[in-house]
């Protein structure tokens, strides 16, 4: 139960009414995910702090690559000219438009949700995070945190505050894909596929796959399988996604026709970049 | 805390505790239309309004959000009480019917229209991509956005909405708009949760945390203790009455098999307690501190567990007859379980409750071991389909208050005269003292003709005295809501080489679960409304229902027929593959055609004889060959995707038109003093436009227009008896009862002409606009025979009445085909085209109809594809949200989907007119198995058909 709800006139002066209620506080933004049915927070009594209104929610082509305001939700995503298509493809994942013109980018990642829209695919892209805290003299630190990081050690970034996510590599090539059996109903499985472009050879590929019941992870294992070559097929694929992966029946299907998925997306996936990457047209 | 912002354009201040969120805010300060269906899940959209502009769910909202900024709801659209331009194109294009979700969808399309004039069907369903409507599915919604479009730019334009039908009617077959879509769509006060009165008490249900259980104690001192707390409700002081809760005519074929509260629990979810209190948090608070001690028992949840010879019994009461006892009963009671109460059977149903079997039905015509032998090919096919959920957007809800020691219950009901008996036999009172007011139903789909909550809504207020409301919340729904049986058909054909096929037989096996609902009915109905669409002489069906520990079913749109043709369709599509034949020349082969006898159907009466019946008119043969033409029936399509291939398939498929010896309506309609009319219809609107098709048949007899007929129906205290709007009887008998009764009024109108004129009735018509003319060249205007006949010395206000009966059948009939696209790497199945031609006779709301159909249609492909109740080994519902469980919403229409209306002439409907809608159910099925079949090559044989079956079947996984 919300407590009380509390805005704030800047960014420093959140973070310390943040430190000061600690864990008695959860900072909200699009509040979707907060105030849902089944919220994680239901049973709490917390003060809502909230991330509106501090200049958070911009989109801005850098030198060095795309920032994005945690704030910035996913219709604004959808709607961007400077987004890459692979993010627009993660966020269509939303299918409700009312619910995308609330649900923000920041909250998304914030959620850490087994069924995230987007983490997959920022994971994949290899993402950074750019999170803000003050010290006990209320000094503002910044920190810019790889999203692999920040996903893998999520207790450790538990209540810290993202400000920006940021996409440098955008020569990155990212495929995405969901399954659901209905688009908004909950996913079967989502695989993204990030790879980078060593002349027509792939380089430093991501796998990030969610929905299996075990939180958003990398399969590591089918990545330096790829780039060893020792993993082409699907066949291949599966195998070591059954080793590494251990997913439960539920609702969305068996254990077995998810990792069938997994491993045949990857494959296909796997294909289609090294086309890219063979056709000179990675940028 | 304080909220400043502006709503609707005028600033307001509003007091709210930080833990509150805007939907209720909204509600509370009296901008009803902003509702909440699904309790805050955050899917549905009911709670849509504009933040800034932007669409947002109000629910999703805590208050602090809303601070400072400026809020539009539906409310804003409206001019004083005149519609927006779109509400107005989505009445006239006809896509308002239940309306729960109208107003929000208007406030969608109206911001659309506002960012894009010129929006592309893309962006219309990007807009409404957050938002549920079963009723209609949503392919109208295109069409309003077109015409809204043109007049924002031209107020004056018109376009054709819908084929028109009968040029020599003036009203009747024509596009009009739908009678309370103004107020639907305007989110005005309809439904009953606008009639709860301030200071109204709340119930609230404990229910059961196990498949099957006896309570063996129930501790409830703690709850009454609670202040505010005015009553528990427990088997131990609940009437003790049995009573059936499907809302069907009397005597009903349903068994009574449950009391309000039973000592034995027989799903998850069953009932256990009613707590009645003064606010819903101190019900809450009440309900956790009622203490309950269960003797858990074995469950079973399939047919086939039911069957096993040790099964645990899920009725193992007394059982007895109101008659035709068999002459064993009382040998038959002496196993019987006193804690497991009783089963009251109205009359033999086949019943063996201590063998789990709730109801059965046998019959035949012609020598189908015959029919067999001479076959050339004989197949046979087992096909299960799956529990359904009805899903209507306005959940189950009761609002019962005291009149005296009269019972009132404002309810969302299908069958208002039902519902007070049972309630008045629930009650151990009289009928007189109970008045059911049927307020605009939110959805309803057949599980609002079953009796879930009003029972206990209306004991509450009997026993404290004061206003109960109780609505159910969405998780209630998927464990206490009447859903479609499961059931497990095996179909044998006999055909010879040419695809003439010799014999058919079907075995019918009905999951009913814990109670008896409409257990012999919706099973047999899945022969009833198949096998007289094949045209054999020799024909066997076996129906039998089995009792287990699933959720309750019920009614469902279609009824049986849904999973009768599913079986029967697709196994003809197999037994043409298996012949090396095209499905539509064997349908051709077989089918049923105008003039046919269909004599299965004296086997299949609903509890009594049936009668053999006549075809009288049959929409078939255009209807499949427009379709076919339309989807380019026998040529295979290529995707450009080596991985997807393309099929397509048809069925055919049929209904009734209400239940001929069964179903009862009546109406009255009075002339006032103006020469105007009120029509009392006993009909009871379900959101399909029934009433709208009473007024139109009013106006038509009485030449006048529509505007000068208004309407009153459902009100079990001002209007007359209805069966009730159930089994497709709306048009044919409702509507019936309405053109008769104005026909009488009719034949007072001219008597009264007649002796005013002083001339011979013979003499006299009735003429547009509402007089009557002599041959003589006389006249007198109605308004002149108002004021004469009421006047002191008149023969008193001229009133029609009529009461509706007959042993006469009017059968809908369609062809429904699909192409789909279906990926053999990832098992994902697309429907590209969808198209549903359907013969009701005269269209009588062309426009509604179509709705209808798309509706149908599109929760059907829902059925097929997507929606999936989940129970676990423990009967626990999996599924507790409209999201997981996936009902289809706009992103999931068929890339191109097309209603079409064929129409007949039907001679025993009234202006011709068949029932349209729940046929429309039953296509969907039959038509994509076989379209999945010609892409890929495989039979998927159960509910839902799933990528993961799909890539089973093609030995992928
Ligand atoms: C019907 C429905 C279906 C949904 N399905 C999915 C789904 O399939 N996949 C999915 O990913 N989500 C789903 N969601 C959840 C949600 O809509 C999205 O995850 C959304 O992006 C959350 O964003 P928000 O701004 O609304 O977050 P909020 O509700 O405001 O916050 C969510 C969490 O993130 C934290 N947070 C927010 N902003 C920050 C920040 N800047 N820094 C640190 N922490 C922050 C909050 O403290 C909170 O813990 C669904 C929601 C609904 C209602
Ligand atoms: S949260 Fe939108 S209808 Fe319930």
């Given at each position: 139960m ?15 009414t ?8 959860v900072?909200?933004?699009g ?10 927070v239901?049973e ?17 082509f850098?030198d060095?690559g795309?920032?994005?305001?945690s ?20 966020v ?11 649900a923000t ?27 803000a805290?003050?010290d ?20 450790a970034?538990?209540?810290s505050c ?11 090539i ?21 790879a980078?472009?060593?002349g ?49 029946d ?10 069938y998925?997994v ?8 294909a289609?970049c090294k ?5 000179g047209?990675?940028? | ?35 909440d ?12 309004i ?16 809303i601070?400072?900024?400026t809020i ?17 194109a989505?009445v006239d ?7 729960y ?15 894009d ?6 962006a219309?369903?990007?807009a ?7 009723a ?5 919604f295109?069409?309003a956005v077109e015409?809204?479009k ?9 376009t054709?909405i ?19 879509g ?11 949760e ?6 109204s ?21 703690a ?8 009553a ?14 499907a ?7 349903s ?18 307690a009613?707590v ?12 956790s ?11 079973i949840?399939t ?27 009382e ?5 019987a ?5 009783k089963?009251?059977?109205?009359f033999?149903?086949?019943a ?9 039905a046998h ?17 046979e ?10 899903t ?13 020691d009269r ?9 208002p ?10 009650l ?5 003292k109970?008045?059911?007011?049927k307020?605009?139903?939110g959805?309803?789909?057949?599980s609002?003709?079953?009796i ?8 509450a ?14 998780k ?9 049986h ?6 044998r ?20 679960g ?22 054999c002489p ?12 699933i959720?309750p079913?019920?009614?469902y749109?279609?009824?049986?027929a ?26 051709e ?11 299965i ?9 049936g ?17 076919a ?7 295979k399509?290529?995707?450009?995707d ?5 099929g397509k398939?048809v ?12 179903d009862?309506?009546c ?7 103006d020469?105007?009319?009120?029509l ?6 379900l ?7 009473s007024?139109k048949?009013a106006?038509?007899?009485?030449c ?8 009153l ?12 709007a159930?089994?497709s ?11 008769f ?5 009719k ?12 001339e ?15 041959t003589?060249?006389a ?22 009445y ?8 009017a059968?809908p ?15 994902e199945?697309?429907?590209?085209k969808?198209?549903a ?6 269209p ?7 709705g209808?159909i798309y ?25 507790t ?13 068929p890339t191109?989907?097309?209603a079409?209306?064929?129409?007949t ?17 039953n ?6 198995a ?6 890929v ?21």
């Amino acid at each position: 139960m919300i407590t009380e709800f509390i805005t704030c006139g800047s960014l420093p002066e959140l973070l310390v009414t943040r430190n000061r209620l600690a864990n008695s506080c959860v900072l909200i933004a699009g509040g979707t995910e907060l105030n849902r049915l089944g919220s994680p927070v239901a049973e709490k009594e917390l003060a809502y702090v909230s991330l509106s209104g501090l200049g958070l929610d911009q989109i801005q082509f850098k030198d060095d690559g795309l920032y994005i305001g945690s704030m910035v939700t996913l219709q604004q995503l959808l709607d961007a000219e400077e987004d890459p298509l692979w993010l627009k493809e993660a966020v269509k994942g939303a299918g409700s438009r009312t619910l995308r013109n609330m649900a923000t980018i920041g909250g998304n990642i914030g959620s850490f949700r087994d069924d995230s829209y987007l983490l997959p695919a920022l994971i994949a892209a290899k993402a950074r995070i750019l999170t803000a805290d003050v010290d006990e003299q209320g000094v503002l630190i910044e920190e810019d945190v790889p999203i692999r990081e920040y996903t893998e050690h999520a207790s450790a970034f538990n209540g810290s505050c993202i400000t920006q996510i940021v996409i440098k590599r955008l020569d990155r090539i990212v495929l995405t894909k969901r399954y659901a059996r209905t688009v908004q109903r909950r996913p079967d499985a989502i695989i993204s596929f990030g790879a980078a472009c060593d002349g027509s050879a792939l380089a430093d590929i991501r796998i990030a796959v969610g929905a299996l019941g075990t939180g958003v992870a990398r399969l590591k294992e089918v990545e330096e399988g790829i780039l060893t070559g020792s993993l082409t097929t699907h066949e291949e694929i599966l195998q070591v996604v059954k080793k590494t992966t251990s997913v439960t029946d539920d609702i969305t299907g068996s254990a077995a026709y998810r990792q069938y998925l997994v491993s045949v997306t990857i494959a296909d996936m796997l294909a289609r970049c090294k086309q890219i990457a063979e056709g000179g047209t990675c940028t | 805390m304080k909220i400043s912002c502006t709503v609707n354009g005028t600033p307001r201040v509003f007091h709210a505790e930080p833990h509150e969120d805007v939907q209720h805010l909204l509600k509370r300060e009296g901008y009803i239309s902003v509702r909440d269906s699904d309790d805050a899940e955050g899917f549905a959209g009911s709670d849509t309004i504009l933040l800034d502009g932007i669409p947002v769910y109000a629910k999703l909202l805590s208050v602090g959000q809303i601070q400072g900024r400026t809020i539009s709801t539906p409310e804003s659209l409206l001019s004083g009480r005149k519609l927006s331009v779109i509400q107005q194109a989505m009445v006239d294009a006809g896509v308002v019917q239940s309306g729960y979700n109208a107003p929000a969808a208007a406030l969608l399309l109206s911001e659309l229209l506002e960012r894009d004039p010129d929006p592309s069907e893309a962006a219309v369903k990007d807009a409404l991509s957050g938002l549920f409507n079963r009723a209609t599915g949503y392919q109208q919604f295109f069409q309003a956005v077109e015409i809204a479009k043109e007049r924002m730019k031209d107020p004056d334009y018109a376009t054709e909405i819908a084929p028109e039908f009968r040029d020599d009617l003036r009203v009747v077959g024509k596009v009009r708009p739908k009678i309370d879509g103004t107020k639907l769509v305007a989110g005005w006060k309809a439904f009953v949760e606008d009639m709860v009165e301030p200071g109204s008490c709340t119930l609230k249900m404990l229910r059961s945390p196990h498949a099957h259980a006896y309570i063996t104690d129930i501790d409830t001192t703690a709850a009454q203790a609670i202040p505010g707390v005015l009553a528990v409700i427990t088997h131990l002081n609940c009437p003790d009455r049995y009573y059936g809760k499907a809302g069907q005519g009397f005597p009903e074929p349903s068994p009574y098999d449950s009391r309000m509260f039973n000592q034995k629990v027989r799903h998850v979810g069953d009932r256990v307690a009613a707590v009645v209190a003064e606010t819903p948090e101190i019900a809450e608070q009440a309900l956790s501190a009622i203490k309950v001690t269960y003797e858990v028992l074995p469950a079973i949840f399939t047919v086939d567990e039911a069957m096993a010879d040790d099964a645990p019994i899920v009725q193992n009461g007394v059982v007895e007859y109101m008659a035709g006892a068999p002459d064993d009963l009382e040998q038959y009671n002496a196993s019987a379980e006193p804690k497991d109460g009783k089963v009251v059977i109205q009359f033999p149903i086949h019943a063996d409750p201590h063998r789990n079997i709730a109801a059965g039905a046998h019959g035949s015509i012609g020598d189908v071991d015959q029919g067999f032998s001479e076959a050339d090919t004989v197949i046979e096919r087992t096909y299960e389909t799956s529990q359904i959920q009805c899903t209507p957007l306005e959940t189950h809800i009761s609002y019962a208050k005291m009149d005296g020691d009269r019972v009132i219950l404002h309810a969302s009901t299908q069958v208002p005269w039902h519902l007070r008996r049972i309630v008045a036999t629930a009650l151990g009172i009289s009928e007189n003292k109970v008045r059911v007011i049927k307020e605009r139903v939110g959805g309803g789909y057949g599980s609002k003709q079953d009796i879930l909550l009003e029972d206990v809504t209306a004991y509450a207020s009997f026993l404290t005295g004061r206003p109960v409301l109780y609505h159910y919340s969405r998780k209630e729904e998927f464990i206490g809501n009447s859903t479609r049986h499961p059931m497990k058909i095996t179909v044998r054909l006999g055909s010879k080489k040419d695809g003439s096929i010799t014999a058919v037989y079907m075995d019918v096996r009905a999951n009913t679960g814990p109670y008896g609902n409409h257990c012999l009915t919706v099973p047999m109905n899945a022969c009833s409304k198949s096998l007289p669409l094949i045209l054999c002489p020799n024909m066997k069906f076996d129906v039998t229902t089995y009792y287990t520990n699933i959720p309750p079913t019920g009614a469902y749109q279609g009824y049986g027929a849904p999973k009768g043709s599913f079986a029967l369709m697709t196994a003809l599509g197999e037994l043409a593959s298996e012949l090396g034949l095209d499905l539509l020349d064997v349908i051709e082969k077989n089918r049923v055609r105008d003039g046919s006898l269909l004599e299965i159907l004296k086997c299949l009466g609903e509890g009594r004889e049936g009668t053999p019946a006549y075809v009288k008119s049959c929409g078939l043969e255009p209807a499949l060959t427009e379709g076919a033409n339309m989807i380019d029936w026998g040529v295979k399509e290529q995707a450009d995707d080596p991985d997807v291939m393309i099929g397509k398939g048809v069925a055919i498929i049929q209904q009734g038109s209400g239940l001929p010896g069964l179903d009862h309506s009546c109406a009255d309609i009075k002339m006032l003093a103006d020469g105007s009319f009120m029509l009392h219809s006993g009909g009871a609107d379900l959101g399909t436009g029934l009433d709208t098709v009473s007024v139109k048949f009013a106006a038509e007899v009485l030449c006048v227009d529509m505007g000068q007929v208004s309407i009153l129906s459902g009100d079990t205290d001002n209007t007359p008896f209805d069966t009730g709007a159930y089994a497709s009887s709306g048009t044919f008998f409702s509507g019936s009862a309405s053109m008769f009764a104005a026909e009488d009024l009719k034949k007072e109108i001219l008597s009264s002409a007649a002796a005013i004129l002083k001339e011979p009735v013979e003499d006299l018509a009735l003429a547009v606009p509402g007089k009557v003319v002599s041959t003589s060249g006389a006249e007198l205007t109605y308004w002149e025979i108002a004021q004469e006949t009421q006047a002191g010395l008149g023969r008193g206000q001229l009133v029609g009445y009529a009461s509706f009966t007959t042993e006469d059948s009017a059968f809908p009939y369609g062809a429904h085909f699909a192409q789909v696209s279906v990926n053999r790497l990832t098992g994902e199945i697309h429907v590209d085209k969808y198209y549903a031609l359907q013969d009701c006779g005269t269209p009588i709301n062309p426009e509604l109809a179509l709705g209808q159909i798309y509706g149908g249609s599109f929760k059907s492909i829902g059925h097929t594809l997507y929606e999936d109740m989940m129970l676990d080994d423990q009967g626990v519902c999996q599924v507790t949200g409209l999201r997981d469980y996936g009902v289809p919403m706009i992103s999931e229409l068929p890339t191109d989907f097309k209603a079409v209306l064929v129409p007949t002439d039907d001679p025993y409907g009234p202006f011709g007119g068949k029932s349209v809608s729940e046929i429309s159910c039953n296509g969907a099925a039959p038509a994509i198995a076989n379209a999945i079949h010609d892409a890929v090559g495989i039979w998927i044989r159960t509910w839902p058909m799933t990528p993961e079956k799909v890539l089973r079947a093609l030995g992928n996984i």
